[in-house]
């Protein structure tokens, strides 16, 4: 073989070697690998759940150019504080329900459940085609962060009371565990609320450190096991007839990704919606 071939083929594979690394380069630049803290434990039904299902879904629709991974409450951040976490940047993504944020910005609470509000088809409608969804975009952007609706929740029921209820002045001093825009009306009937984690619930209930709580629908009630320690229970939830949940991202990460990518995560949490609209109705029954 004379010199030139040699010359020729050797340089055939350096440039071969270098369009290989140009081409994974490439690849890795359009692979997202990112950490999603969640507020709800990844058993617990239709909250924790849907965030696994939602993180192992977008893996499999993207043919694993989009990795978002699941992490447990505290693994990461303390269940509650996945807003500022995402804000600060320290990690990408948080899968959540807006009203925790409410502390942060009150009007966070409008875009997971209105007291006596809309059915589900009412709230998504006004949420994207009667500018919810940019309202929500707007108001989280001056945090630094991007929201998308990706999870929905049946109605809830209106808690569990270690006392029974027999009328409004039976609220009176009463501590509580509430969430949202129904703590502010708890609050008028002179019950004392505060927000805690689905975990910290139950030992909250047997040490007396609250008289009562609501947190979701039956069905994920029953698994946190309230009925142990509360036995009066009352249904359904006035002051969450529906719940959206949501996904947060920090807004740079975001506003990085490709047409694609976006794609993908609008069509996914779609899915997903569609997933808990359906489930959720179905398994509050035997919960019940």
């Known amino acids: 073989?004379?010199?030139?071939?040699?010359?020729?083929?050797?340089?055939?594979?350096?440039?071969?070697?270098?369009?290989?690394?140009?081409?994974?380069?490439?690849?890795?630049?359009?692979?997202?690998?990112?950490?999603?803290?969640?507020?709800?434990?990844?058993?617990?039904?239709?909250?924790?759940?849907?965030?696994?299902?939602?993180?192992?879904?977008?893996?499999?629709?993207?043919?694993?150019?989009?990795?978002?991974?699941?992490?447990?409450?505290?693994?990461?951040?303390?269940?509650?504080?996945?807003?500022?976490?995402?804000?600060?940047?320290?990690?990408?993504?948080?899968w959540n329900s807006s009203g925790y944020w409410a502390g942060k910005e009150p009007s966070a609470a409008f875009f997971t459940a209105v007291p006596f509000g809309p059915q589900v088809q009412e709230f998504l409608a006004w949420m994207y085609y009667g500018g919810g969804y940019a309202l929500q975009k707007e108001i989280y952007a001056k945090y630094n962060v991007h929201p998308r609706v990706c999870n929905y929740i049946a109605p809830e029921s209106s808690g569990w009371f270690r006392n029974e209820i027999k009328s409004l002045d039976d609220l009176k001093g009463l501590k509580m565990r509430f969430f949202g825009l129904g703590a502010k009306v708890m609050e008028k009937f002179g019950v004392s609320?505060?927000?805690?984690?689905?975990?910290?619930?139950?030992?909250?209930?047997?040490?007396?450190?609250?008289?009562?709580?609501?947190?979701?629908?039956?069905?994920?009630?029953?698994?946190?096991?309230?009925?142990?320690?509360?036995?009066?229970?009352?249904?359904?939830?006035w002051h969450q007839p529906v719940s959206l949940g949501d996904i947060i991202f920090a807004k740079d990460k975001y506003a990085s990704l490709s047409t694609y990518h976006k794609d993908a995560l609008r069509i996914m949490c779609g899915w997903q919606l569609l997933m808990e609209f359906i489930e959720g109705d179905s398994i509050q029954g035997p919960a019940m």
């Open 193 to 237: 609320t505060q927000l805690l984690a689905g975990g910290d619930i139950y030992p909250a209930l047997e040490l007396g450190s609250i008289d009562a709580t609501e947190f979701s629908m039956p069905s994920m009630d029953e698994s946190l096991g309230f009925f142990q320690v509360a036995k009066h229970y009352y249904f359904p939830g």
């Open 1 to 94: 073989m004379s010199i030139s071939s040699i010359r020729t083929i050797s340089s055939l594979a350096v440039g071969c070697l270098l369009a290989f690394a140009v081409t994974l380069e490439a690849d890795a630049q359009d692979r997202v690998r990112w950490k999603m803290h969640s507020a709800f434990g990844g058993k617990l039904p239709g909250l924790g759940t849907a965030g696994v299902q939602f993180s192992d879904m977008i893996e499999k629709l993207s043919e694993g150019r989009i990795h978002i991974k699941f992490f447990e409450p505290g693994a990461l951040v303390p269940a509650l504080q996945g807003f500022d976490a995402v804000q600060a940047g320290s990690i990408e993504a948080a």
